[in-house]
């Protein structure tokens, strides 16, 4: 089972970056799945979460109106679209997955979590 995200990069703030998170080894349609970040020097800290059914999805209250998770079960791949982006969102990005129902932002609660990918905003 492996989970594997990408699209980080440096952006400006106020700018746009979308992630993606493939899976292989595992159907995730029917878990739940998240993201979650970690800056420099912190704890890694919850952003988002989509149930299998793509309703009522979860988001820090930091990130609401401004990211957007989103799930693609065709592709097997979860995405997360941010858009104006501040320098305090500057951390690795890590997906993850849940094989449980009910929506979590507790990290100890996925079970499935992929190797991060760096965004970087500058002020």
């Known amino acids: 089972v492996q989970l594997q995200a990408y699209g980080g990069g440096l952006v400006q703030a106020g700018g746009s970056l979308r992630l993606s998170c493939a899976a292989s080894?595992?159907?995730?349609?029917?878990?739940?799945m998240g993201w979650f970040r970690q800056a420099p020097g912190k704890e890694r800290e919850f952003v988002a979460a989509i149930s299998w059914s793509g309703v009522d999805p979860l988001y820090q209250d930091s990130v609401k109106g401004r990211f957007t998770i989103s799930r693609d079960k065709a592709k097997n791949t979860v995405n997360l679209e941010m858009n104006s982006l501040r320098p305090e969102d500057t951390a690795v990005y890590y997906c993850?997955?849940?094989?449980?129902?009910?929506?979590?932002?507790?990290?100890?609660?996925?079970?499935?979590w992929g190797q991060g990918t760096l965004v970087t905003v500058s002020s």
């Open positions: 993850a997955a849940d094989t449980g129902v009910l929506l979590s932002t507790a990290a100890w609660k996925y079970d499935y």
């Open positions: 080894g595992h159907t995730f349609s029917s878990d739940t």
